[in-house]
């Protein structure tokens, strides 16, 4: 093995400690958040124990109300049937929230997988970070990013899409060119290395002002 192979390879398995670490701590934050829901859980049940108590059904009534707008505008929890997915996508989707992007995800895996739990962080997160970043160049009102997950026979099928301020991208070999530096290049390679391995399928398309990454991994 040459050098600069084995240079690229410490870089690569950097670039996926790094990607660890940084799920890691985005999934704790996802359980801190639900650990403080709880919390203000209790303190709900508490204020309308009180208003039940003091028969101020009106009260109560319009407590409930306000509960129920609120529960609307904070339900954003996938549930794919897959763990990791679960983790990975709901802490994505609460970094891109945190950022001003909106995300319209819809994620199925009703069967186990075949493929590993550290392939598809890396697959995910990898795709959901690229689209975040390309969508921080957008004003607000241009930076939806479209998830779609669900089992297509016997493969695991995954899509993302965001925009591209109306640029298409250039091509160069396999990938589109990136301005975001010299290691965001890693987290692209690791996900073709990953698709090949795993005699998987991928296409990358930049058209209309979108840029949408498709791929599907045999699951037999």
């Known amino acids: 093995m040459g050098l600069f192979q084995k240079r690229i390879d410490k870089e690569i398995a950097a670039y996926q400690r790094e990607l660890i670490e940084t799920h890691y701590q985005e999934v704790d934050n996802m359980y801190r958040q639900i650990r403080g829901w709880r919390h203000d859980y209790r303190n709900h049940i ?24 609120d529960l609307n505008t904070v339900d954003t929890v996938i549930k794919t049937g897959n ?35 550290i392939d598809l962080c890396c697959i995910i997160g990898n795709l959901f970070d690229n689209a975040i970043e390309a969508s921080l160049a957008l004003p607000e009102s241009e930076r939806p990013i479209r998830v779609y997950m669900d089992m297509k026979g016997t ?35 690791r996900i073709d290395t990953i698709i090949e391995r795993l005699d998987g399928y991928l296409s990358r398309n930049s058209e209309d002002g979108a840029f949408t990454t498709e791929i599907l991994i045999p699951q037999l």
């Open 155 to 189: 493969q695991l099928y995954i899509s993302f899409t965001n925009f591209t301020a109306g640029k298409k991208l250039t091509k160069t070999g396999n990938l589109f060119r990136t301005s975001k530096g010299e290691g965001h290049g890693f987290g692209l390679v």
């Open 83 to 117: 763990a990791m997915a679960d983790a990975i996508l709901n802490s994505k989707l609460s970094l891109a929230k945190a950022k001003g992007i909106p995300v319209e995800a819809d994620a199925h895996i009703p069967v186990k997988l075949k493929m590993s739990e």
């Open 46 to 69: 508490q204020t309308m124990k009180v208003l039940a108590a003091n028969g101020d059904m009106d009260g109560l009534k319009a407590y409930l109300d306000e509960l129920d707008t």
